[in-house]
C-alpha cells in the first residue's frame, strides 16, 4: 500500500497528499471528498479501500489517521450544487479542494481515478486507488467516517427515511420510505428515481 509513496519519497518528494470521495451514489446527503498526507515515517497498519473494511475497522483507523497524518482536510458537496454541476465535477471539485485547504502544501498528489489538471501541483490518477495506495485509502476513510456521519445525524432529525441503516443509498427500504415521505432538500433531485417521484408529484399537482 506504501509503494507509490516510497517511491515518490525516493524522488525527493516529502509532502504525498491522497485524495477520494464517497457519496456519488446515494439519492440523498452530501457528497464528501478528503486529501491527506500521511508521514511516511510513522506508517498505519490496515488500510484499504473503506468500502472493504468494517465500520468498527473504519472508525478505529480513522481516529489513527487524524492522529498520525501530517495533514488533512474535508470537503463537503450538497444536493444541490451536485444536481446544479453533476456528480462528477463536485467530486473533482470536492477534491481539488481539499487538496488547497491542507496545512501543508503537498509537492505531489495522488487521486482516486480522477484527473486533477487545474491543480498546479503534480499529480496521479490511479484507477482503483484505494486498494493501491495508503494515502488515498486514508482519504477514503475519513471521508467514508464522516459522511456516515453526517447522515446518522441527519437521521435523528428525519427518522422516518430510515438515514442510519442505509446513509442515503437506494434500498428498498430508502425508496418505499421516500415515495411513503416526500423528497426534501436533502435529495438529489437530478437522480432517479428521486426525478421520476418529483415529476410525478408535478403532474398530480396540476
Do not use: W
Request: net charge positive; with cysteine.
Amino acid at each position: 500500500m506504501y509503494e507509490f509513496e516510497l517511491d515518490l519519497l525516493n524522488k525527493g518528494h516529502n509532502y504525498i497528499a491522497g485524495c477520494d470521495e464517497v457519496g456519488r451514489g446515494p439519492l440523498a446527503g452530501p457528497l464528501v471528498a478528503a486529501a491527506v498526507i500521511l508521514d511516511p515515517f510513522n506508517k498505519i497498519q490496515g488500510l484499504n479501500d473503506s468500502k472493504k473494511l468494517s465500520e468498527k475497522k473504519r472508525l478505529s483507523l480513522s481516529a489513527e489517521i487524524k492522529e498520525k497524518a501530517l495533514a488533512y482536510e474535508m470537503t463537503y458537496i450538497f444536493p444541490k450544487e451536485i444536481d446544479k454541476i453533476n456528480v462528477y465535477q463536485s467530486s473533482k471539485k470536492a477534491m481539488i479542494i481539499s487538496v488547497n485547504n491542507l496545512s501543508i502544501v503537498p509537492s505531489f498528489v495522488l487521486s482516486d481515478a480522477m484527473p486533477l489538471d487545474e491543480l498546479n501541483i503534480p499529480y496521479l490518477s490511479i484507477i482503483k486507488g484505494d486498494t493501491k495506495s495508503a494515502s488515498i485509502a486514508a482519504a477514503s476513510i475519513i471521508a467514508k467516517v464522516e459522511r456516515d456521519e453526517y447522515m446518522v445525524n441527519l437521521s435523528k432529525k428525519f427518522p422516518m427515511y430510515g438515514y442510519e441503516k442505509h446513509k442515503g443509498y437506494p434500498t428498498k427500504m430508502h425508496i418505499e420510505a421516500l415515495k411513503k415521505y416526500g423528497v426534501t432538500d436533502h435529495y438529489r433531485k437530478t437522480y432517479k428515481p428521486v426525478s421520476d417521484l418529483i415529476n410525478k408529484q408535478t403532474v398530480l399537482d396540476i
